[in-house]
């Protein structure tokens, strides 16, 4: 059953990755979805496969971190396709020199812009749209990070994610009242592209036991399918074979 025929998804991030398959997951159960990222190729082989399966795909190419142009974005949206019922807010990027030893002021910057300003400029751009009809769910993509401090993730990225986590709530402490629903996503760790810039390369075999950029896609269509009386306000989803506790495990030894 399409139970999302009539639905607009905006997803973002979505050339890869979680916002790659979230696309996927949506647009499979009848939404009309609009790609957005950074790089127009990854986003028209991601709108070809979905045509390609029946479904229906827009691809609009925009920086995040540029506000201006999420506006655009999201002005197109309503003139074009005349709602946005569901936004996912998956851009993000972490760097390679994360650690405060090699942290630099243009490393915080790509950080800051690529994850948190990010994440508030899809917010500012669809909240006009989502309270005129009253109607609206967002799904942000944090990380474990949002909510745990660890070093391995980095300082930048850490403080980014949980101020995620914190923006998530704020708007569904202000926007409930508008039919608006928030829901952020904490991942653990996920195979996806942002794992080539972990400063140690991980094995194939360590990979294979992570959270599949699939599994995040399942989550998505979950959401994105729970009655509008109901919000998901937060979400952890992680690996069985979680690396974290096992090492936890190891120091008590």
């Given at each position: 059953?399409?139970?999302?025929?009539?639905?607009?998804?905006?997803?973002?991030?979505?050339?890869?990755?979680?916002?790659?398959?979230?696309?996927?997951?949506?647009?499979?159960?009848?939404?009309?979805?609009?790609?957005t990222g950074r790089t127009a190729s990854k986003l028209e082989a991601v709108a070809q496969a979905i045509a390609a399966k029946g479904g229906t795909a827009h691809v609009?190419?925009?920086?995040?971190?540029?506000?201006?142009?999420?506006?655009?974005?999201?002005?197109?949206?309503?003139?074009?396709?005349?709602?946005?019922?569901?936004?996912?807010?998956?851009?993000?990027?972490?760097?390679?020199?994360?650690?405060?030893?090699?942290?630099?002021?243009?490393?915080?910057?790509?950080?800051?812009?690529?994850?948190?300003?990010?994440?508030?400029?899809?917010?500012?751009?669809?909240?006009?749209?989502?309270?005129?009809?009253?109607?609206?769910?967002?799904?942000?993509?944090?990380?474990?990070?949002?909510?745990?401090?660890?070093?391995?993730?980095?300082?930048?990225?850490?403080?980014?994610?949980?101020?995620?986590?914190?923006?998530?709530?704020?708007?569904?402490?202000?926007?409930?009242?508008?039919?608006?629903?928030?829901?952020?996503?904490?991942?653990?760790?996920?195979?996806?592209p942002i794992m080539d810039k972990r400063p140690n390369k991980l094995s194939e075999e360590a990979l294979a036991k992570m959270v599949q950029p699939e599994d995040c896609?399942?989550?998505?269509?979950?959401?994105?399918?729970?009655?509008?009386?109901?919000?998901?306000?937060?979400?952890?989803?992680?690996?069985?074979?979680?690396?974290?506790?096992?090492?936890?495990?190891?120091?008590?030894?």
């Amino acid at each position: 059953m399409a139970q999302l025929t009539g639905k607009v998804a905006w997803v973002t991030g979505a050339g890869t990755g979680i916002g790659e398959a979230g696309a996927h997951a949506l647009a499979e159960l009848g939404a009309t979805v609009v790609l957005t990222g950074r790089t127009a190729s990854k986003l028209e082989a991601v709108a070809q496969a979905i045509a390609a399966k029946g479904g229906t795909a827009h691809v609009k190419p925009v920086d995040m971190a540029d506000g201006a142009a999420v506006q655009a974005a999201a002005d197109w949206i309503k003139a074009t396709l005349g709602r946005l019922d569901i936004l996912v807010n998956n851009a993000g990027l972490n760097i390679e020199g994360r650690a405060w030893a090699r942290l630099t002021a243009a490393g915080v910057k790509e950080v800051v812009d690529g994850n948190l300003m990010s994440a508030f400029n899809g917010v500012v751009a669809v909240l006009p749209i989502m309270r005129e009809q009253q109607d609206g769910l967002m799904i942000h993509t944090a990380s474990m990070a949002g909510r745990f401090v660890s070093s391995l993730s980095g300082p930048a990225y850490t403080a980014c994610k949980h101020g995620v986590v914190a923006m998530s709530h704020s708007i569904n402490m202000e926007e409930c009242g508008h039919g608006i629903r928030s829901t952020v996503m904490c991942p653990g760790e996920v195979r996806t592209p942002i794992m080539d810039k972990r400063p140690n390369k991980l094995s194939e075999e360590a990979l294979a036991k992570m959270v599949q950029p699939e599994d995040c896609g399942r989550l998505i269509a979950f959401i994105a399918t729970t009655p509008a009386h109901v919000c998901l306000n937060e979400v952890l989803i992680t690996p069985t074979h979680n690396r974290t506790y096992l090492a936890g495990q190891q120091r008590k030894l």
